[in-house]
């Protein structure tokens, strides 16, 4: 097992897909230690993987813990940095070679957002087009400065993971992301997109479009509440009930959100100014891009 870096991946309720991404991550000619965080499945996920994988460390959760699920992950690896898989997602061979050198080269580095390819056909993920024109400066950086980084597609430093304490449980999963990232930045490290690093997505249909984008305004709105100016929060808040609306769940998701909002008040810190100067800009750019530009047809990153 290469002793500088592991692969955690996060599992739920899908055996099938877990098993191919396992077996992938086990042939890549870096040789990573391979953690399966297990969040409850009933499908006998860990069971499973543990009698056809038992070089591979199975950590159940007994209960499905969202992201969180993979702060125990990282709390089970020994290696200096760790890469996150979902189930089904897997990384192209080379890949963490390439990223433990990047990262040893760059300490200000704290985590590496790799290209995400999708599907059969390998088109590049709109987030990553984003990502890639990023107007932030990258002097010094081995990569377009980012704001964020996706979660199933990225290596850490597990040492700063630790530090900023990994996902929120209470966002569980959607946007989760974006707590950690303020967090990292606000400690003076950097996230940088590395198009060298590549992922493989193949979606799983077992998807619900209309609770994913309620989740992720809601958490966008937590998240705000937690580490971003009040101007900023309250709008948040009001492009989440906006969703909730239109996805007809507008009561529900209202108490929900008063309660969420009750739980960050009190644990509310916003970030420094130089974090919402990265931000600004990044948003300045979104706003003022063309309609045919990388950026404008990109995915839009939790605002």
Partial sequence: MNARISVVVLTHN???????????????????????????????????????????R??????????????????????????????????KPGSLAHAVKVLDASPRVAVLSG???????AHIDPTCVRMSASPLRQAGLPGPALIGYMAGACVFRASVFREVGGYEPRLFIGGEESLVSLDVLDRGYAIVYCDELIVTHHPSPARDA????????????????????????????????AVCAKEGAFVRDLAALAVGIGWAFPRRRVVSDLVLDM??????AEDGATPMSPIAAAAELDR
Avoid: K, M
């Avoid at 993987?49 to 070089?55: C, K, M, V």
């Avoid at 809601?218 to 989440?240: D, F, M, T, Y």
């Fill in 14 to 56: 899908r055996l099938s897909e877990v098993t191919r991404t396992v077996e992938r991550l086990l042939a890549l000619p870096e040789s990573p230690a391979v953690i399966v965080v297990d969040n409850g499945s009933v499908d006998g996920t860990p069971q499973a993987l543990r009698q056809q994988f038992p070089e591979v």
């Fill in 58 to 91: 199975v950590v159940a959760c007994g209960a499905n813990l969202g992201a969180a699920g993979r702060n125990h992950g990282v709390a089970a690896a020994t290696t200096e940095y760790v890469a996150f898989s979902d189930d089904d997602t897997h990384w």
């Fill in 115 to 121: 290209r995400v390819v999708v599907g059969d056909d």
């Fill in 210 to 241: 209309g609770l994913r984008r309620r989740v992720l305004a809601r958490n966008a709105a937590l998240v705000a509440w937690l580490r971003l100016p009040l101007g900023e929060a309250v709008a948040a808040s009001g492009r989440a009930l």
């Fill in 279 to 284: 931000r600004r800009r990044v948003r300045e």
